[in-house]
């Protein structure tokens, strides 16, 4: 069936009526072949047209002329209880020049299921009325499957929320950063989110949505939290629902489980990126030996086109817990300094060692040598060796978090930033720019530092730095492995920062293949500095950079000996001892050059 006309008419509209049909099943999709071409050829859609509902519902459009060619179309019709049809309106507007056409229309799994003569599976319901013999999962899921509405019969409605009233007893999550939005019919935006809902799969229905359009950023959360659930063992408690993953932008839809309410979760399931323009049912068991809650997450992606919808939740086998969770403590535990010093005779350019109360110079504290017996001076500083094992910094921190931890009108979550991570947490495709494996274990669940270019924006800057560092040798260097990989990196730089200068030691830029990295940063003698590794973030999201155990190697500072230097030593003017193959070797052994003298 084809329209082929060159006409100037005003608003003309050729429309095309399906027979009447009087219901489907759950599974029933329509497809059909369209052909859309010329240089005015405009738009065409498809309507949905239900008995008893006076407003139609859009099931598809073709807004352009979409080339020579013939294209495929699908529908997701669902369960439609009532007698419809469907209409197909080519609209002229002013001037039109195309061909329009369609061709192979078919229904697919439409028809209810079929009567049994029995059904006594433990895993099977019997429908009362239609005698249909249907998997006991699509039970109380707020879907007429059997098609006399006996699967959906003696269901508990504080355990269902279709959404058409509002949320039930679900609830927003106030610690997110904005909320889910309840809706009829398409979502604001063009080319994403669903066109109906899933309940009765049309324009009046209502549906929950994740707008994804500004003001919201990308990486921005909305999570909605259910009710408080009773213990199940064995993954008795099961949670169906349906979700809308359509555009190309769209990011992240995650489900997680909690046992403790100012805590994120555990993540129980996901999915990732585009869908495609249809509603997908999902069923996950849920297993629990203390009460727990089921939170849903949407994640904003890189642009407007990423909405996502939700709609028909629902619980089998579970129990509703009147009580709440409990919380954890916030404050951080660990070896706290003790409060009051010991009784000591120290300056205040003295470090006080926190058991004996003995008394060293303040160079003496952060110098890679424990000088105190309890190894207190050498505790709130950078560790020799960091290979980030059960997520361990080693006291390396980000200064730009740390001042921003203080102003709680500033937002981290977005924020270009070194984050550990692990093979394990990825999602898919996030090992084509970041480390599947690290290099301390070479496994999936060994930790890493990365710089997360999710976030930030091209250019975006993310420091992580030791505390300061009193002194070094004049063998000092820092050794650490490296993983620059893919086709957006940045760059990698190890800075040497003074109170009053910032100097580059090390730079790398662009991708390094997907593999660990050696490298050496030659550091020498130096006094009242820190080491920052800084990373740069490049024009997308596609290339994150990670470094790995990161080693600070013969850093300790030279020792003035209580004894003569040997014969095989050289005396240096500071009373230093170095062994004589280290004269004249360019290098600043004595640390006052006194090694390195012409005069020698």
């Known amino acids: 069936m084809f329209i082929l006309q060159n006409s100037s008419s005003i608003s003309q509209v050729a429309r095309l009526r399906s027979p009447k049909f009087r219901q489907t099943g759950a599974n029933c999709v329509l497809s059909f072949w369209y052909y859309n071409y010329g240089q005015s050829v405009g ?19 073709a807004y352009y002329n979409e080339g020579n060619q013939w294209l495929k179309a699908v529908i997701q019709l669902g369960r439609l209880p009532h007698p419809f049809q469907l209409s197909l309106d080519k609209i ?9 056409a369609i061709d192979d229309i078919a229904f697919e799994n439409c028809a ?19 005698k249909a013999c249907i998997d006991s999962l699509l039970v109380c899921d707020l879907v007429d499957d059997c098609g006399d509405g006996s699967d959906e019969d003696s269901c508990n409605p504080d355990l269902q929320c279709n959404f058409e009233n509002g949320l039930c007893n679900w609830e927003q999550d106030v610690e997110d950063d904005f909320d889910w939005i309840t809706i009829q019919g398409p979502t604001p935006t063009v080319n994403t989110g669903p066109l109906k809902d899933h309940t009765t799969g049309t324009a009046s229905g209502h549906y929950l949505y994740m707008e994804s359009s500004e003001p919201h950023l990308f990486q921005d959360k909305a999570i909605l939290l259910s009710p408080l659930f009773n213990p199940s063992g064995n993954g008795t408690c099961i949670f169906r629902f349906h979700y809308h993953m359509f555009g190309k932008q769209v990011y992240k839809l995650s489900v997680l489980q909690r046992t403790v309410s100012n805590t994120k979760g555990l993540l129980l399931w996901y999915r990732f990126g585009n869908q495609g323009n249809r509603w997908i049912r999902q069923t996950l068991y849920v297993s629990s030996s203390k009460p727990f809650q089921i939170l849903v997450k949407g ?24 009580g709440n969770l409990p919380t ?8 706290s300094v003790p409060a009051t010093l010991p009784m000591n005779n120290c300056t205040e350019k003295d470090f006080v060692c926190r058991a004996s109360g003995h008394c060293i110079q303040m160079i003496q504290k952060c110098d890679f040598r ?17 290979n980030f094992e059960n997520k361990n910094q080693c006291g390396w921190y980000q200064p730009a978090l740390e001042q921003a931890s203080g102003n709680y009108s500033v937002h981290t979550t977005n924020i270009f930033k070194w984050e550990l991570g692990r ?7 996030q090992e084509k720019h970041c480390p599947l494996i690290d290099h301390t274990m070479f496994t999936e669940e060994g930790w890493y530092l990365f710089a997360d270019s999710s976030n930030g924006e091209f250019g975006h800057i993310a420091d992580i730095a030791t505390p300061v560092i009193s002194l070094t040798g004049p063998k000092c260097k820092i050794i650490f492995w490296n993983h620059m990989n893919g086709s957006t990196i940045g760059s990698l730089e190890v800075l040497c920062k003074t109170s009053n200068k910032t100097s580059k030691l090390w730079t790398q830029s662009g991708s390094q293949g997907p593999q660990w990295n050696r490298a050496e940063v030659f550091l020498g003698i130096r006094s009242n500095f820190q080491v920052v590794f800084r990373a740069k973030r490049g024009v997308s999201y596609m290339g994150d950079v990670a470094v ?3 080693t600070f190697e013969d850093c300790s500072p030279l020792l003035i000996p209580g004894r003569p230097c040997t014969s095989d030593e050289f005396t240096c003017a500071n009373k230093y001892c170095i062994p004589k193959d280290s004269l004249c070797d360019f290098v600043n052994d004595c640390a006052d050059n006194s090694d390195e003298s012409p005069t020698i």
């Open 548 to 550: 790995d155990d990161i």
């Open 43 to 61: 738009a065409a859609e498809m309507q949905l047209l239900v008995d008893g509902l006076k407003q139609p519902t859009v099931l598809w459009r």
């Open 92 to 100: 002229s507007l002013g001037f039109y020049d195309g061909v329009s």
């Open 423 to 429: 093979g394990a947490n990825l999602y898919p495709g």
């Open 370 to 386: 424990p000088d105190c017996s309890d190894k207190s001076d050498e505790s709130a500083c950078v560790k020799e060796v960091c």
């Open 328 to 335: 954890i403590s916030t404050t951080t535990s660990g070896t």
């Open 112 to 130: 209810l299921p079929p009567p049994a003569l029995s059904c006594e599976s433990p895993n099977r319901f019997w429908c009362r009325d239609t």
């Open 299 to 322: 994640t904003v992606g890189d642009g407007f086109t990423g909405d996502i919808g939700l709609d028909d939740t629902s619980f089998l086998g579970c129990t509703l817990y009147n």
